[in-house]
């Protein structure tokens, strides 16, 4: 019989904090930028600079700690981790060991197996190395040090996840909660979020783990979702032809669905940490915390039971507006001004969503205004433009934030309610369409649909489709 294996995962996830400046000097964060033009003598570890630790790390770090149920370490210090690598200007990188700002908290995630915690060993604020860049035509590989003291926080989980739905789901969960908090924009593709996955497997029933993996260069949830697959059915392949699997760091190739062994694994030991002795500890008074606890924004979970109670929409349409802080921010904006929730959510599931994924962009690249969405809702349901014309304007919105009021009256797009004009119109199709006329006299319901066509291709869409079938009805019937 086959043995059956469980996946044991844990994760190590860095997030790039959304501070304007690095995390010991003052240099821009900004993303792009000429390379090595946001850089000091700090951060490329120049001999005798001295770093300053940025308040509002500390801030944000205390915020992600608070919102994902962590203990804080009131007294907190800076080791340094010591390798030597190109990217890494110092010759080693600040970071927190022995006492990091927060441990031992958990988050909650949902999959189709029912809800499940997964916990927080600690979370520790440090600094990002620079960037490699490899150029194949000249064979050599250029240094770009903008990225370098870019202030991170890494969120270390506990080896609780035993699926690629567990994992996605968790950290869809932290990005969705940093998010909300501002903490972070959280782009995987541009870099500011980034995770390593720690894997191994053991026979199911087994107490003692597996030798574990870590596997790097993860940039999108479908890359982390084949990679655990991938190494999963690698480490099996190991064990059952008798071999052990080795301790080491993996690279992933998202084409080839391949990983890689890049290095053996380092323990704690090989980075001889010690503590800064340039940074004093950090000292977080219950003041401080407090102050963090009154300025934590309604995270999602508390959204969704809100907009339930108060805006009286459906689930569904709940869940989606707050997967993305930006559709919610939208939604809510927009109601506060037009006042008519099922109607603002109705235009952002339908054609917001629409147009997102004809553009293929992300709910974060939106640029239209909550006022033009606001008004363009209230024009609709005035009746001062029909649903085509509704629909036409909202493209121009979503591409070009037009002022829906200003572009209808520029375009002449108002629905004509004019019942005179109309009936002329009207009158002109029967008279064109003599076949359609019989069809329907003679019991074909249907040839009405031809006759509404040509009556608003005549109106060039200005009219109402309802006003125009009743008034067809009313001259089919008489």
């Given at each position: 019989?086959?043995?059956?294996?469980?996946?044991?995962?844990?994760?190590?996830?860095?997030?790039?904090?959304?501070?304007?400046?690095?995390?010991?000097?003052?240099?821009?964060?900004?993303?792009?930028?000429?390379?090595?033009?946001?850089?000091?003598?700090?951060?490329?570890?120049?001999?005798?600079?001295?770093?300053?630790?940025?308040?509002?790390?500390?801030?944000?770090?205390?915020?992600?700690?608070?919102?994902?149920?962590?203990?804080?370490?009131?007294?907190?210090?800076?080791?340094?981790?010591?390798?030597?690598?190109?990217?890494?200007?110092?010759?080693?990188?600040?970071?927190?060991?022995?006492?990091?700002?927060?441990?031992?908290?958990?988050?909650?995630?949902?999959?189709?197996?029912?809800?499940?915690?997964?916990?927080?060993?600690?979370?520790?604020?440090?600094?990002?190395?620079?960037?490699?860049?490899?150029?194949?035509?000249?064979?050599?590989?250029?240094?770009?040090?903008?990225?370098?003291?870019?202030?991170?926080?890494?969120?270390?989980?506990?080896?609780?996840?035993?699926s690629a739905e567990e994992v996605i789901a968790?950290?869809?969960?932290?990005?969705?909660?940093?998010?909300?908090?501002?903490?972070?924009?959280?782009?995987?593709?541009?870099?500011?979020?980034?995770?390593?996955?720690?894997?191994?497997?053991?026979?199911?029933?087994?107490?003692?783990?597996?030798?574990?993996?870590?596997?790097?260069?993860?940039?999108?949830?479908?890359?982390?979702?084949?990679?655990?697959?991938?190494?999963?059915?690698?480490?099996?392949?190991?064990?059952?032809?008798?071999?052990?699997?080795?301790?080491?760091?993996?690279?992933?190739?998202?084409?080839?669905?391949?990983?890689?062994?890049?290095?053996?694994?380092?323990?704690?030991?090989?980075?001889?940490?010690?503590?800064?002795?340039?940074?004093?500890?950090?000292?977080?008074?219950?003041?401080?915390?407090?102050?963090?606890?009154?300025?934590?924004?309604?995270?999602?979970?508390?959204?969704?039971?809100?907009?339930?109670?108060?805006?009286?929409?459906?689930d569904y349409d709940a869940g989606i507006l707050?997967s993305s802080k930006t559709l919610a921010d939208?939604?809510?904006?927009?109601?506060?001004?037009?006042?008519?929730?099922?109607?603002?959510?109705?235009?952002?599931?339908?054609?917001?969503?629409?147009?997102?994924?004809?553009?293929?962009?992300?709910?974060?690249?939106?640029?239209?205004?909550?006022?033009?969405?606001?008004?363009?809702?209230?024009?609709?349901?005035?009746?001062?433009?029909?649903?085509?014309?509704?629909?036409?304007?909202?493209?121009?919105?979503?591409?070009?934030?037009?002022?829906?009021?200003?572009?209808?009256?520029?375009?002449?797009?108002?629905?004509?309610?004019?019942?005179?004009?109309?009936?002329?119109?009207?009158?002109?199709?029967?008279?064109?369409?003599?076949?359609?006329?019989?069809?329907?006299?003679?019991?074909?319901?249907?040839?009405?649909?031809?006759?509404?066509?040509?009556?608003?291709?005549?109106?060039?869409?200005?009219?109402?489709?309802?006003?125009?079938?009743?008034?067809?009805?009313?001259?089919?019937?008489?």
């Amino acid at each position: 019989m086959s043995r059956q294996y469980e996946t044991v995962i844990g994760l190590e996830v860095h997030v790039e904090l959304a501070t304007k400046t690095k995390i010991f000097c003052s240099c821009s964060t900004a993303f792009g930028g000429a390379p090595n033009s946001h850089t000091c003598p700090v951060c490329t570890g120049m001999p005798g600079s001295l770093p300053v630790l940025n308040k509002q790390v500390v801030e944000y770090a205390l915020a992600v700690g608070l919102a994902t149920n962590c203990e804080i370490n009131q007294y907190c210090k800076f080791d340094r981790k010591n390798y030597f690598y190109p990217d890494n200007p110092q010759n080693y990188q600040i970071s927190q060991l022995y006492l990091p700002i927060c441990h031992d908290g958990w988050v909650e995630i949902e999959t189709a197996a029912g809800t499940k915690k997964v916990g927080i060993h600690e979370i520790h604020m440090e600094e990002d190395a620079g960037k490699l860049v490899h150029d194949e035509w000249e064979d050599c590989s250029l240094v770009d040090y903008n990225r370098s003291g870019v202030p991170l926080i890494e969120i270390v989980s506990e080896p609780d996840m035993r699926s690629a739905e567990e994992v996605i789901a968790y950290l869809d969960k932290l990005r969705l909660i940093i998010q909300y908090l501002g903490a972070s924009d959280c782009k995987l593709q541009e870099g500011s979020m980034r995770a390593d996955v720690n894997l191994s497997v053991r026979e199911v029933g087994a107490e003692k783990f597996g030798t574990r993996t870590e596997m790097k260069n993860l940039n999108s949830f479908k890359a982390i979702a084949r990679a655990i697959e991938g190494e999963r059915a690698r480490q099996i392949e190991l064990l059952e032809e008798g071999k052990a699997v080795i301790q080491e760091t993996r690279r992933w190739d998202d084409n080839k669905e391949y990983s890689y062994a890049m290095r053996s694994k380092e323990d704690a030991q090989d980075y001889r940490y010690f503590p800064d002795p340039d940074l004093t500890p950090v000292w977080i008074d219950d003041e401080w915390i407090q102050a963090v606890r009154e300025r934590q924004p309604e995270l999602r979970s508390e959204k969704l039971l809100r907009y339930k109670k108060e805006f009286d929409i459906p689930d569904y349409d709940a869940g989606i507006l707050t997967s993305s802080k930006t559709l919610a921010d939208l939604f809510e904006a927009a109601t506060a001004i037009c006042k008519k929730p099922k109607k603002v959510s109705n235009w952002i599931m339908v054609e917001t969503l629409r147009l997102l994924k004809e553009h293929d962009m992300e709910p974060e690249e939106l640029a239209f205004s909550p006022e033009n969405l606001a008004k363009l809702v209230e024009l609709a349901d005035a009746g001062t433009i029909n649903s085509t014309v509704a629909k036409e304007v909202f493209e121009k919105i979503f591409l070009e934030n037009v002022d829906p009021e200003v572009y209808v009256e520029e375009h002449g797009l108002k629905t004509v309610n004019d019942e005179g004009a109309l009936r002329a119109v009207v009158e002109e199709v029967l008279a064109a369409n003599p076949q359609s006329v019989a069809d329907y006299k003679g019991g074909k319901q249907k040839a009405i649909g031809f006759l509404v066509g040509q009556t608003m291709k005549a109106m060039k869409g200005k009219a109402d489709p309802g006003a125009v079938n009743q008034m067809l009805k009313e001259l089919l019937e008489a």
